[in-house]
C-alpha cells in the first residue's frame, strides 16, 4: 500500500523497534544526502510506531531522528533540526531570526514565544519615507533596517531547561559536522539562488553562496560553512549568550547598523536584553464529523490560531460539512487528486474574508495591544462566530472584501492594517517516545532575510543571514484620518506574524491527535487550515489532506493553486462575482497524525510535495 503500511511491512517495523537505544549521542553524516526537487513530487507518506520527526530538508529530519533515537525529547530534537536547517535552509529560517513553539508535555500545552522584537531606538516612522510615505516593501527589506532581534535560540534554550533530556551541547553536533564538512546544495536552494536578485549585494553572501563569475553554487556542490561552525560551537558552549552577546553579538550589530544604504537601529542591548516569553496557548473546540476536537495555537503576536479557529468555526455554520471533496483535474504531473469543490470553496474564502478583515483590525503584539473585549477569545466566541457567519451567502454573491466585526463590548479605537506582503518560514512537527510533542514554526521572514550575511566575527567563510521581520509590521503607522494601526512599529514590540504551529487533541480524552503546520507568509493560515479540515472533516490521512491544492483570501480575491483546479472550479467562482487568480502557492507542510493499521496504533507523517521535506522515525 502506499500510504499505509502492509502487514509484513508493519511486522518488520516492530521489531526494529523492540531496541531502544539510549547511548550516549554521536552523530553520523548521513552516507547519502538526499535532494528534493523545487517542484512538485509526490511522496508517499510516512508510518512509526514511537516517534517521528517531519522537517523541511532530510538532512535536517535527519538528525532530528538521530537524537530521538538516542532517547532525546522532542525539544533536544527540534533544537537539533533548527541548527541543520540554518546550514541547509538558510533562505528560511536560522539562528539569526525568531520561532513559535506549541509543546506537549503529554498532560499539558504550552507556548513558547521567540519572536523577533524592534530595537529600543525604533519608532512608528521606521519605514516612512522622507517623502512622508511608506517605503516601497524590498526598500524597507533590503538592508539593516528590517532586522529584527532574533529570538530563536533564546525560546529554545528555555524549553530547553524544562524539557531538555541530552546535554544542550550534543544537539549542536549535526549542524556543527555538516558545516564543517560540507553539505550538497539542494535543488530548492540552487533554483531559489538563481532567482534572487539581491543577496549578492553583500559581500560575506556573494562569497559564500556565488561562484567567482557570479553564477550561484550548483545543485549538488559540496558547500561548507566554518563561520557557522565556530559560531554553532560558541553557541553550544554559552548558551543563548554565546550569540547574543561578545563577538557573535557586535559582529551582528555592526553588519546592522553599517549597512552603507540602508542601517538600522539595532544595538548590543537589544540582543543582550532579548526575553522568550511563554504565553498562554488559544484553544478552542471545533466539530468534525461528530467528534469534538480541541484546536490549539500561538497567541498574538501570531495570528495564526486566532484566523485558523475563526474560518473554521464559521464554516460550521455554514453548509460545509455536507460538501465531499471531487474528482481533481490532474493539471500537474501527480497532482490527479481530489479537490475541494467550487462551492465549499466559495464557503471558505467568504469566511476567510471575515476572519482576515478581524486580523487586520485587531490583532498585535499583546505587551502594546488590548484585546478586543478584553480577551482575545472573543474573537473565538460562538455566538460572535455564529453572527459572522450569517453574512455568508452560500449561493453567492462573494463579499469581495469584508468588514471587521464587533466581537467584544468595547470597540476598537484601531485602524486597519493596508495591505502589506509577508512571506517566509519553515515548520517542524516532531512526537517522541515520552508522550511529548511539537509543532515549531521558524523564519527569518523573506526569502534570505535582510540579505544580510554575517561570519559572527570569525573571519571565516560562510555564517548566517539576518531576518528582515521588523516588515512584518505596518510601514504606515497611522489611517488617513491618524488613527494608529495595533500592528505598527513601537520599541520593543514583536510584529504581528501569521506563523500557525498547531497541535489538535480529541477533547473527550486529551489525546494528541495532529501536530501541523507550514510557511508560506499570510497563507500559512490557509495552508494550515487546509490541512486540518482534510484530516478532521474529509477523514483524509496527512500526506493526502497536504497533497491537497491551496486556496486562500486575504480579504481580496480568491487566490488558487496554479493548474490544480478544472476550469469549471473557477468560472463558478467567477459567477459568484470572486475575483479569481491562479498562482503558484508553494506551502512547506508538515503534519503527523495518530493513526491505526492491523490493529496497531501509528504516528502517520506527511510532508509538503512541493518542498524537500520528508518524515522519519522508528
Keep these: 500500500m502506499k500510504r499505509l503500511l502492509t502487514s509484513v511491512a ?14 550516549p549521542f554521536a552523530y553520523s553524516t548521513p552516507v547519502q544526502q538526499p535532494e528534493g526537487s523545487s517542484g512538485f513530487t509526490p511522496k508517499p507518506g510516512w508510518a512509526t510506531t514511537k516517534f517521528a520527526v517531519a522537517a523541511a530538508n532530510p538532512l535536517a529530519t535527519d538528525a532530528g531522528y538521530q537524537i530521538l533515537k538516542a532517547g532525546g525529547s522532542a525539544i533536544d530534537a527540534a533544537i537539533a533540526v533548527q541548527m541543520v536547517l540554518t546550514l541547509v535552509e538558510p533562505q528560511s529560517s536560522g539562528i539569526g531570526g525568531g520561532a513559535f513553539l506549541m509543546h506537549f508535555n503529554g498532560r499539558a500545552v504550552e507556548a513558547f514565544d521567540g519572536r523577533e522584537t524592534a530595537p529600543a531606538a525604533a519608532d512608528e516612522n521606521l519605514f516612512m519615507g522622507a517623502d512622508g510615505k511608506p517605503l516601497a516593501f524590498y526598500d524597507g527589506v533590503v538592508g539593516g533596517r528590517s532586522v529584527g532581534t532574533p529570538g530563536t535560540v533564546r525560546m529554545l534554550e528555555m524549553a530547553h531547561s524544562q524539557y531538555g533530556k541530552l546535554p544542550w551541547a550534543q544537539l549542536f553536533a549535526p549542524a556543527i559536522q555538516l558545516a564543517d564538512n560540507g553539505f550538497r546544495v539542494s535543488a530548492r536552494l540552487s533554483t531559489l539562488l538563481k532567482d534572487e536578485k539581491y543577496l549578492k549585494n553583500d559581500r560575506t553572501a556573494a562569497a559564500y553562496f556565488y561562484k567567482a563569475d557570479g553564477t550561484p553554487v550548483d545543485m549538488g556542490a559540496t558547500l561548507r560553512n566554518p563561520a557557522l561552525a565556530d559560531v554553532l560551537r560558541k553557541i553550544a558552549s554559552q548558551g543563548s549568550n554565546g550569540l547574543l552577546t561578545g563577538s ?72 460545509a460539512a455536507t460538501l465531499a471533496l471531487v474528482t481533481g483535474m490532474g493539471g500537474v504531473p501527480g497532482t490527479e487528486g481530489p479537490t475541494p469543490s467550487a462551492d465549499w470553496l466559495h464557503l471558505y474564502t467568504e469566511a476567510s474574508r471575515l476572519a482576515f478583515a478581524d486580523r487586520g483590525q ?45 466581537p467584544g463590548a468595547v470597540k476598537t479605537a484601531y485602524a486597519p492594517m493596508p495591505e502589506q506582503i509577508e ?36 573571519g571565516k567563510a560562510g555564517g548566517f543571514l539576518l531576518n528582515n521581520e521588523l516588515t512584518d509590521f505596518s510601514f504606515a503607522p497611522t489611517d488617513a484620518e491618524g488613527k494608529p494601526v495595533a500592528n505598527r512599529v513601537q520599541s520593543g514590540k514583536r510584529p504581528r506574524s501569521s506563523m500557525a504551529p498547531t497541535l489538535v487533541f480529541d477533547k473527550n480524552t ?95 507523517g506527511g510532508a509538503d510535495p512541493r518542498r524537500e521535506g520528508l518524515v522519519m522515525g522508528d
Excluded at 15 to 23: D, E
Excluded at 371 to 393: C, F, H, N, T, V
Excluded at 398 to 406: D, F, I, N, Q
Aim: charged content about 15%.
Design 10 to 23: 508493519l511486522a518488520a517495523l516492530l521489531a526494529a523497534c523492540a531496541s531502544s537505544p539510549t547511548s
Design 248 to 319: 557573535v553579538a557586535q559582529a551582528i550589530v555592526a553588519k546592522v547598523q553599517g549597512h552603507a544604504g540602508n542601517p538600522g537601529k539595532l544595538g548590543m542591548e537589544d540582543l543582550a536584553g532579548y526575553q522568550a516569553k511563554k504565553r498562554d496557548p488559544i484553544c478552542a473546540d471545533y466539530a468534525a464529523r461528530a467528534q469534538v476536537y480541541r484546536l490549539c495555537g500561538m497567541p498574538p503576536p501570531s495570528s495564526g490560531a486566532i484566523a485558523i479557529g475563526q474560518i473554521l468555526g464559521m464554516l460550521n455554520h455554514t453548509p
Design 362 to 406: 485587531y490583532l498585535g503584539d499583546p505587551d502594546f495591544v488590548q484585546p478586543p473585549g478584553g480577551s482575545w477569545m472573543s474573537l473565538l466566541d460562538p455566538g460572535y462566530l455564529s453572527e459572522r457567519a450569517k453574512l455568508i451567502q452560500p449561493a453567492g454573491p462573494s463579499m469581495k472584501t469584508a468588514r471587521p466585526g464587533v
Design 423 to 458: 512571506y517566509g518560514t519553515s515548520h517542524i512537527s516532531i512526537v517522541d517516545s515520552f508522550g511529548n510533542a511539537i509543532a515549531m514554526t521558524t523564519t527569518i521572514e523573506d526569502q534570505f532575510g535582510s540579505r544580510l550575511m554575517t561570519d559572527g566575527g570569525t
Design 510 to 604: 486529551g489525546q494528541l491527535v495532529m501536530s501541523g503546520g507550514s510557511p508560506g507568509g499570510a497563507l500559512i493560515i490557509h495552508f494550515t487550515a487546509k490541512t486540518i479540515y482534510g484530516v478532521l472533516n474529509w477523514g483524509l490521512l496527512p500526506q493526502q489532506a497536504i497533497d491537497l491544492p491551496n486556496f486562500a483570501s486575504l480579504n481580496g480575491p480568491t487566490l488558487l493553486e496554479e493548474k490544480r483546479f478544472a476550469p469549471a472550479t473557477v468560472e463558478a467562482l467567477r459567477a459568484r462575482g470572486a475575483e479569481v487568480r491562479e498562482m503558484p502557492m508553494t506551502s512547506g507542510l508538515q503534519a503527523i497524525t495518530r493513526g491505526q493499521a492491523h490493529g496497531i496504533a501509528l504516528w502517520m
